[in-house]
C-alpha cells in the first residue's frame, strides 16, 4: 500500500562516464546523444522517464525507478555542469534519527527508515560514515520540559536507543560539555552526502540510465502535431527544452528540482504554491587546535514554532568541526555569500510567498539571527552556553548552505514533505515532489522508494 501524499491540485563531481553537452550510460562508453537546436534530428533522445534534478532526492528517486523498471528508459537532467552540488553539497552531513518530528508525519516515518537505509547502503558500497551519536542538551531549566517531551516523541517514532541522561553522564560523553539533562541520540551519525549521491548516479548509469548535465529546464511543453513529430509525440508526447533550445522528449516526468521545485512547476502548469523561500545557513569551523572539545554532535533544544534546530556542533568525516548553521533569508536561491543578490528571486519573495507575514510573526527570532550572522561574539556567546572554553579566536567563518524552504501565502512554513500533482495532458503525466527539506538527504533512499511506488501507480507503468 502506498503511504498517502500530500497533494496540491491545480540540481559534485563530473557527470559520470559523461560528455560535454551529451547523455552519458554507463556499459556505453564513447556513445553521445546530440540534442535538437531548432529543428528536430533523428538522433534527439526520448526517455519513457525524465527527472529533473540530479541532488541525492532526484537521483536517489532515479536508481529506485530503473533497479524496478530496468526496461524503461530513464534519463535525469541538470543545470549544473556537475551532480549534486547546492542542498546536497552544502549541508552538515548529519544521518538524523528521527527524534525530531510530529508522530505519523512522512517527515518522521521516512527519516527512521531512510537513516536505517543509509547506514545498510554505505556499508554495502564502502563509503565511510560515523555513528558519532548526538546530545540534545538543556542548559536552562526551562528547556527540560521541552527536552522531555522530545524524548518522549522520539519514542513514539521508533528511534533506536534513546535515553535521558544527567550531568554526570552528559560529561561521560562529552567532557567539555555542560548542561542539565540531555537526551543521548547514539543512532545520530555523519557522512558525505555528496559522496552517497553520486553514488546513487554511478549505480543509475550502470543499470542504464542516462546523465545529461548543463541541461537547465525552460520550457515544458506537448509535442507539436505534426508528420514528422506525429509518431514520437504520441509515444512521449511531453518535449522538454533548456536554455540552450535543446530539447529531449518523454512520457513521464519526475521533478525533485529543490530551489527551483515552485518555478519548474509553474512551467509545466501546475501549482506555483508552495512558493520557495531560500534561507542561508552560514557555518563557523573550529580551529583544529580545539577540535578535541567536541566528540560527537550537540545540538540545542529546538524551538517548536522553527523548522530549524538551532546553532549545534557537528563533527565531519575530515575530522573538522563545523558550528552553526543559522537562518537568515538568502537574497539569490543560491546566494552562498551575504552579498549575492537576485532581483528576481527577491520579488517573487516578497509578492508571491507570504514572507512578510512571515518576517511580522517572528519578528525578534529574524533580528537576532540577522544580529549572529553581522557578530561572531554573538554566535560565540550562544556556543558557550554548551562549551564554556570557546572563544572568538577558537573560530573562523565557515562554508554556507541555502536551505529551500516551502512557505505558504499566509506565511507559514511548510515543514513536511509535499508532493504534487497537475490536471490536463502535462500535468498528469508529472509528478513533482515540491517540498523535500531537511532530513531529506538521510531520508533520500525511503523517498525514492515512495517516489518508485507513487509512479508506478499514478502512471500504469
Known amino acids: 500500500m502506498?503511504?498517502?501524499?500530500?497533494?496540491?491540485?491545480?540540481?559534485?563531481?563530473?557527470?559520470?562516464?559523461?560528455?560535454?553537452?551529451?547523455?552519458?550510460?554507463?556499459?556505453?562508453?564513447?556513445?553521445?546523444?546530440?540534442?535538437c537546436q531548432g529543428g528536430r534530428p533523428a538522433s534527439t533522445r526520448s526517455f519513457d522517464v525524465v527527472v529533473i534534478g540530479g541532488g541525492i532526492v532526484g537521483l536517489a528517486s532515479a536508481r529506485a525507478l530503473i533497479l524496478r523498471h530496468p526496461a524503461l528508459s530513464i534519463g535525469v537532467l541538470e543545470k549544473e555542469k556537475d551532480l549534486a552540488i547546492h542542498q546536497t553539497g552544502h549541508n552538515s552531513g548529519v544521518i538524523h534519527s528521527g527524534i525530531y518530528y510530529k508522530p505519523e508525519s512522512l517527515k518522521a516515518k521516512l527519516c527512521v527508515q531512510g537513516a536505517a537505509l543509509i547506514y545498510?547502503?554505505?556499508?554495502?558500497?564502502?563509503?565511510?560514515?560515523?555513528?558519532?551519536?548526538?546530545?540534545i542538551v538543556a542548559v536552562e531549566q526551562e528547556e527540560i520540559p521541552r527536552l522531555q517531551a522530545l524524548y518522549e516523541r522520539g519514542r513514539q517514532n521508533g528511534v533506536q536507543g534513546l535515553r535521558l541522561i544527567q550531568q554526570e553522564d552528559i560529561k561521560k560523553k562529552e567532557p567539555y560539555?555542560?548542561?542539565?539533562?540531555?537526551?543521548?541520540c547514539p543512532y545520530t551519525g555523519i557522512v558525505d552526502y555528496r559522496q552517497v549521491a553520486l553514488s546513487f548516479a554511478k549505480d543509475f548509469q550502470e543499470a542504464g540510465g542516462f546523465v545529461l548535465t548543463n541541461f537547465e529546464v525552460k520550457d515544458i511543453e506537448l509535442a507539436k502535431e505534426s508528420p514528422s513529430r506525429s509518431k514520437d509525440g504520441m509515444k512521449y508526447p511531453i518535449v522538454i527544452r533548456n536554455t540552450k533550445g535543446e530539447e529531449v522528449q518523454c512520457q513521464y516526468v519526475v521533478t525533485c528540482a529543490g530551489l527551483y521545485s515552485d518555478r519548474i512547476s509553474e512551467l509545466s502548469g501546475c501549482n506555483p504554491d508552495p512558493q520557495i523561500v531560500p534561507f542561508r545557513g552560514d557555518?563557523?569551523?573550529?580551529?583544529?587546535?580545539?577540535?578535541?572539545?567536541?566528540?560527537?554532535?550537540?545540538?540545542?533544544?529546538?524551538?517548536?514554532?522553527?523548522?530549524?534546530?538551532?546553532?549545534?556542533f557537528t563533527p565531519r568525516m575530515d575530522g573538522s568541526i563545523w558550528l552553526g548553521?543559522?537562518?537568515?533569508?538568502?537574497?539569490?536561491?543560491?546566494?552562498?555569500?551575504?552579498?549575492?543578490?537576485?532581483?528576481?528571486d527577491i520579488m517573487d519573495v516578497i509578492i508571491?510567498?507570504?514572507?512578510?507575514?512571515?518576517?511580522?510573526?517572528n519578528?525578534?527570532?529574524?533580528?537576532?539571527?540577522?544580529?549572529?550572522?553581522?557578530?561572531l561574539s554573538a554566535t560565540v556567546k550562544h556556543l558557550q552556553k554548551f562549551i564554556p572554553e570557546i572563544t572568538v579566536s577558537d573560530i573562523l567563518r565557515g562554508p554556507a548552505g541555502v536551505r529551500a524552504q516551502a512557505l505558504d501565502r499566509d506565511?507559514?512554513?511548510?515543514?513536511?514533505?509535499?508532493?504534487?500533482?497537475?490536471v490536463g495532458d502535462i500535468g498528469n503525466r508529472i509528478l513533482h515532489v515540491r517540498n523535500a527539506p531537511s532530513p531529506a538527504a538521510t531520508s533520500s533512499l525511503a523517498i525514492s522508494g515512495m517516489i518508485a511506488d507513487e509512479v508506478q501507480q499514478r502512471f500504469n507503468l
Do not use: T
Not at 290 to 312: A, T
Not at 363 to 375: D, H, I, P, Q, T
Not at 411 to 422: A, C, K, Q, T, Y
Open 352 to 361: 508571491k510567498s507570504g514572507l512578510i507575514k512571515l518576517v511580522f510573526q
Open 363 to 375: 519578528f525578534s527570532y529574524g533580528v537576532n539571527e540577522m544580529y549572529k550572522a553581522c557578530f
Open 283 to 312: 557555518y563557523l569551523i573550529l580551529k583544529p587546535e580545539k577540535c578535541y572539545l567536541v566528540k560527537g554532535n550537540i545540538y540545542p533544544v529546538p524551538d517548536s514554532r522553527f523548522p530549524f534546530l538551532g546553532v549545534h
Open 2 to 35: 502506498v503511504p498517502a501524499l500530500r497533494y496540491i491540485r491545480g540540481a559534485c563531481g563530473p557527470a559520470l562516464g559523461g560528455f560535454p553537452g551529451g547523455f552519458s550510460s554507463a556499459g556505453r562508453p564513447g556513445r553521445s546523444w546530440p540534442l
Open 120 to 135: 545498510e547502503y554505505c556499508k554495502q558500497k564502502g563509503i565511510s560514515y560515523k555513528q558519532c551519536g548526538k546530545l
Open 325 to 344: 548553521p543559522n537562518a537568515v533569508l538568502a537574497f539569490k536561491r543560491e546566494g552562498y555569500r551575504p552579498f549575492d543578490f537576485s532581483a528576481r
Open 177 to 184: 560539555c555542560r548542561g542539565l539533562m540531555a537526551i543521548d
Open 411 to 422: 506565511g507559514n512554513l511548510i515543514e513536511d514533505f509535499v508532493f504534487d500533482g497537475g
